[in-house]
């Protein structure tokens, strides 16, 4: 893939006390930011399941992205492609991965896409302080969101831990 039309990545894992089948379960699901996304108000599938999936994430603050897988790895994770309708697209990577026999690692990672018509160093400084910092936040949400989800089998509250200056209302 060629991530020079991307800034650089942002990603985060944690640790689940699942099985990965159960992980993937739950994250290969229509339908499932619903059940553990703290800024999702909700999930609609245009097509399911496999590497021609498309969904939508309409989050509390109205904004509505458009995810497009392009990769799905059964049991390890997919790839995927998000932004507005007819916008950028930024790319997404989910990765499961075993870590002993009760527990599994969830990683989540993304290559935003480049914001502006700026030089290399504008784009680099803005990512540093503000992009970076905004996606790790997000990140850390949606992973908590997921590991509480796993923990209490019951889908989290709104902005469940926090709010998001991107995402909520």
């Excluded at 969904?55 to 603050?61: Q, T």
Aim: with cysteine.
């Amino acid at each position: 893939m060629n991530h020079e039309k991307f800034l650089k990545l942002v990603s985060k894992s944690i640790k689940i006390n699942a099985v990965p089948q159960l992980v993937w379960e739950v994250i290969s699901k229509p339908n499932k930011l619903e059940l553990y996304h703290p800024f999702c108000e909700s999930n609609p599938v245009e097509n399911w399941p496999g590497s021609k999936s498309i969904d939508y994430v309409n989050y509390y603050n109205g904004l509505k992205l458009k995810r497009i897988f392009t990769d799905w790895i059964e049991g390890q994770g997919y790839d995927l492609l998000i932004g507005e309708e007819n916008g950028k697209k930024s790319k997404v990577i989910w990765r499961i991965s075993t870590t002993d026999n009760i527990s599994s690692d969830l990683k989540i990672t993304i290559y935003p896409y480049d914001i502006s018509k700026n030089p290399k160093s504008v784009k680099l400084f803005l990512y540093i302080i503000y992009i970076k910092p905004m996606l790790n936040k997000y990140l850390t949400s949606v992973l908590k969101g997921f590991q509480t989800y796993i923990i209490h089998g019951k889908p989290i509250r709104k902005n469940q831990f926090g709010t998001h200056k991107w995402f909520s209302n």
